[in-house]
C-alpha cells in the first residue's frame, strides 16, 4: 500500500519522509510537493489503516501567480471506517489549474508493533530519513544521510523494523456484517435549557442531545460486525445486550462506535446510549430505522416524508414556519456575504441581459475552484473567509452568483434544492435540501443556474435538481425535467451512440468522473466491452450539445439506453431522465412486440432489416413491475448465423486526424464518417418519437 493516492492529473514532484519507531510503533512524519497537469489534480488521499491515526497535518496551494493559499481544516477530509478500522483521509486543493503546486505536511501515528514498509509510489523524487532497521526493496538507493528513489513504482520501497516488535494482526480482518440488516430504532431527547433558544441552541450553549439506538439481530452461529455512526464529540457512552449471556465488544472510533456481536441461538438485542452537545433543531429519519424524536417542554412537529423540526421550546419559537425559516436563511447568507465580493470589472457597466447572467459562472471560475468537501450548506462561511481559503463549496458558489446578480441589477433568489433521487422531504424542515441553484427574472422571463456543475452549458441544471422540491421566498420546486434521447446503433463489429439534452449531460457527468487520461478508453468499454477503440466523438467537451460517439471492437458486453443502474432496495431504479431510449440492431429481427405501463412504452418492429426497440418514460424512476416487464419484452434479438457485417456507410478514414479539442475528438482515434444512413438502416425511418 502507497503513502499516498493521487489522481494521473497529478505529478508528486517530492515526498519526503521522516519515521521514527515509538512505544506503541510508528510516527510517520511525510512532506509532499505536488504538481498540476490540470485541474482535474484536485485531491490527495492518504490511507488510514486498522490502528492508524492522523496527527498534526497543514497544506497550501502554490498558484501560478504567485498567491499561496493555506488550505482550511475543512479541505481535509475524514472518510468513515469500515468494519476492519481501513480509513482515509481526503485532503480537496479545490483551486489548482494547470502549472500550479501544492505542498501538504501531516503526521501519521501508526499503533502497530510490526515492521513498517515506506512505499513511496507515485513520487518522481522521495527520500526517507530513519534510525530504524531498514531493508531496501526495489531501486531504493541509500547512503548514510539516509534513503531515497527516482521515479518510484509499487514495487520501490523500504521495510523498517524496531527492537520489540511482535509483529501485528487485525483482530477484525475477517469480520463481516451480519446476514440480515438488523431492525433499528433510534431515539433522540433534545436536553435545552431554559431562556432564550437562539442562546441556549447556539453551540456552546449549553444543550445536550441524548441519543439511543436499539438494534435487534436475527439468530446466526458467527460473529457479526455492525457500525453506529456517532459524533466524535460524543461521551458517556453506554452499551447493552440482552439476553444477557449474549456477548458484545465495542469499540469507540473517531466517528463511530464499532459492535461485535457474538454468535446466539436467538435475537440479540443492543442498545447504544450516549450524550453529545448542541442537539439539531431539524433532522430526517435514516433508511431502515423507526425514529422518535423527543424535547421536554418543547414541540416536535413530524414533517413530510421522514423528516421533522422543532417548532418551539420553552414556549419560545424555534422554527415556527417555512416563512420564518427562509427569513432566518436569508438573513444569514447576507449577513454572511458582507462585504459583499464585487462584480469583476469586465462585468461591470452592462446592462441587465441573459448574456451578462451566463457570463457570471465562467468568470468565478477564473477565479475560484469548487471544494467538493462536506460542508453545511445551511451555516457557510464568511464569503471573504471562503475567498481565502482556495476554494468555494457549492452553495458558497451559488452564493456568490446571487449576491453578482443583484449588484449587476437583475433580480435573483437563492433556492435550496433537495435532490430528486432522495425520497420526499419535508415543507419546513430543511433537512436533505443539500444543492443550492439561482433564480434570475428578466423581462418577465425566469432562468435558472447551477453554479456549480462543471458539465453544465449557461441555464442548464443537473437532472436531479429539476423536478425537485425546493426551499426559498417565491418557490418550492425547481423547473419540470427536459426529456433526453439516445439512440444506440450496433453491428457485431461497432457501436455507436447519440444523445441530446439530459441523456448527453448525464454522460458528460459520468465522464467527469473518470481520470483524464482514461476517459476515452473507459467510454469504448462502456460502450463496446473491454478492449473497444473509440474512433469517433463529437460534441463531447461542448456543454449544451448533443453527443455523437461509435467504437468498434470490444466484447459482448455492450451498453444502451435500455441498460439500467442496479435497483434500489425497493426493487425501484432512478433512470436519470426521462424520454426516447432507442436501439437499432443490424441484421435482427423479433416478434413485434408492444407494451406500455402507467408511464411507460416499449415497442420492437424490424424494418429494413434491422430491429427497432423504442423504450419511451414519462417519468424518471421506474417501479420493480415496470422493469419486470420491460425485461420481458426487451427479449433478446435474433441474428443470422454467418454473415459478415460491414462498417457504417462511408467507410473508416485509415489515418488518424489531427486532435481537435473544440470537437471533441480523442486524442489519435480514427475519424469514423457516418452519414444519415448506417449500413441498411435508415435512422429518419425510427417512429416519430425517436427521430432527434
Avoid at 440482552?242 to 438485542?269: Q, Y
Avoid at 446592462?351 to 445551511?378: T, Y
Avoid at 473509440?534 to 455492450?558: F, H
Wanted: aromatic share 6%.
Amino acid at each position: 500500500m502507497s503513502l499516498i493516492s493521487v489522481p494521473s492529473a497529478c505529478g508528486v514532484l517530492l515526498l519526503s519522509s521522516q519515521i521514527t519507531a515509538t512505544d506503541t510503533g510508528w510516527l510517520e512524519h511525510t512532506e509532499i510537493t505536488l504538481s498540476a497537469h490540470s485541474d482535474r489534480c484536485d485531491r490527495v488521499t492518504l490511507p488510514l489503516p486498522a490502528q492508524v491515526s492522523l496527527g498534526a497535518h497543514k497544506a497550501k496551494e502554490m498558484l501560478g501567480d504567485g498567491i499561496q493559499r493555506k488550505l482550511p481544516d475543512d479541505a481535509w477530509d475524514s472518510q468513515s471506517r469500515d468494519l476492519k478500522g481501513e480509513g482515509q483521509v481526503v485532503v480537496f486543493l479545490p483551486d489548482l489549474r494547470q502549472g500550479d503546486k501544492a505542498s501538504l505536511s501531516f503526521d501519521r501515528h501508526w499503533n502497530r508493533k510490526a515492521p513498517f514498509r515506506w512505499a513511496p509510489a507515485p513520487a518522481l523524487h522521495a527520500e526517507l530519513q530513519t534510525t530504524a532497521s531498514t531493508k531496501m526493496e526495489g531501486a531504493v538507493k541509500g547512503d548514510k544521510k539516509g534513503l531515497w528513489i527516482t521515479e518510484a513504482t509499487p514495487a520501490d520501497g523500504v521495510v523498517l523494523d524496531a527492537p520489540g516488535n511482535t509483529g501485528w494482526s487485525n483482530p477484525h480482518d475477517g469480520l463481516a456484517g451480519p446476514e440480515n440488516r438488523p431492525k433499528q430504532s433510534r431515539t433522540l431527547t433534545l436536553e435545552v435549557p431554559l431562556g432564550q433558544p437562539q442562546y441556549t441552541m447556539y453551540p456552546g450553549g449549553g444543550s445536550v442531545l441524548h441519543s439511543q439506538v436499539d438494534l435487534v439481530f436475527q439468530a446466526e452461529d458467527r460473529d457479526r460486525g455492525w457500525v453506529v455512526p456517532m459524533s466524535p464529540n460524543a461521551y458517556d457512552v453506554k452499551v447493552g445486550v440482552r439476553p444477557s449471556d449474549t456477548a458484545a465488544e465495542w469499540i469507540k472510533r473517531d466517528d463511530s462506535l464499532l459492535l461485535v456481536v457474538a454468535s446466539s441461538e436467538g435475537p440479540a438485542r443492543v442498545s447504544v446510549q450516549w450524550r453529545e452537545p448542541d442537539p439539531p433543531t431539524f433532522g430526517e429519519a435514516l433508511p431502515h430505522e423507526d425514529l422518535t424524536v423527543l424535547a421536554p417542554g418543547g414541540k416536535i412537529i413530524d414533517d413530510v416524508g421522514n423528516t421533522w423540526f422543532l417548532a418551539g421550546i420553552h414556549e419560545m419559537p424555534v422554527i415556527p414556519a417555512r416563512s420564518a425559516l427562509v427569513r432566518g436563511l436569508d438573513r444569514r447568507y447576507r449577513s454572511q456575504a458582507i462585504p459583499e465580493p464585487g462584480l469583476p470589472n469586465s462585468l461591470r457597466g452592462q446592462f441587465p441581459s441573459w448574456e451578462l447572467a451566463a457570463a457570471l459562472v465562467p468568470a468565478l471560475n477564473e477565479r475560484h475552484g469548487i471544494a467538493h468537501w462536506p460542508s453545511d450548506p445551511l451555516w457557510v462561511r464568511k464569503l471573504v473567509k471562503a475567498r481565502k481559503s482556495g476554494g468555494l463549496t457549492p452553495v458558497e458558489t451559488a452564493l456568490y452568483i446571487w449576491i453578482w446578480s443583484m449588484q449587476a441589477q437583475m433580480p435573483a433568489e437563492w433556492v435550496l434544492v433537495r435532490p430528486a433521487t432522495s425520497p420526499t422531504g419535508g415543507n419546513v424542515s430543511p433537512a436533505g435540501y443539500t444543492d443550492m441553484l439561482v433564480r434570475i427574472t428578466l423581462d418577465g422571463e425566469t432562468r435558472w443556474i447551477d453554479p456549480s456543475c462543471g458539465t453544465c452549458a449557461s441555464f442548464e441544471v443537473r437532472t436531479d435538481l429539476l423536478g425537485a422540491q425546493a426551499l426559498s421566498a417565491s418557490v418550492d420546486t425547481t423547473p419540470p425535467p427536459q426529456e433526453g434521447h439516445w439512440t444506440t446503433v450496433m453491428s457485431d463489429e461497432w457501436v455507436r451512440w447519440e444523445l441530446d439534452g439530459p441523456a448527453a449531460l448525464a454522460l458528460r457527468q459520468w465522464l467527469q468522473t473518470v481520470p483524464e487520461d482514461q476517459q476515452w478508453p473507459a467510454l469504448a468499454a462502456r460502450m463496446a466491452g473491454e478492449g473497444a477503440e473509440l474512433v469517433e466523438a463529437e460534441g463531447v467537451s461542448d456543454p449544451g450539445e448533443p453527443i455523437r460517439v461509435a467504437a468498434r471492437g470490444g466484447t459482448e458486453d455492450r451498453t444502451h439506453g435500455l441498460t439500467f443502474d442496479a435497483p434500489d432496495a425497493d426493487g425501484s431504479v432512478w433512470t436519470g431522465w426521462s424520454g426516447d431510449r432507442i436501439l437499432v440492431e443490424a441484421n435482427a429481427s423479433a416478434d413485434h412486440v408492444t407494451l406500455a405501463g402507467d408511464n411507460w412504452t416499449l415497442t420492437k418492429n424490424v424494418r429494413d432489416g434491422a430491429l427497432w426497440t423504442v423504450l419511451h418514460t414519462d417519468s424518471r424512476r421506474l417501479s420493480a413491475s415496470d422493469l419486470d416487464q420491460i425485461r420481458a419484452g426487451f427479449a433478446p434479438a435474433i441474428r443470422p448465423a454467418a454473415e459478415d457485417e460491414q462498417p457504417p456507410e462511408g467507410g473508416v478514414d485509415e489515418t488518424s486526424p489531427e486532435q481537435d479539442d473544440d470537437q471533441g475528438n480523442p486524442q489519435g482515434a480514427q475519424k469514423l464518417e457516418v452519414g444519415g444512413d448506417v449500413g441498411d438502416i435508415n435512422v429518419d425511418a425510427a417512429p416519430e418519437k425517436a427521430k432527434q
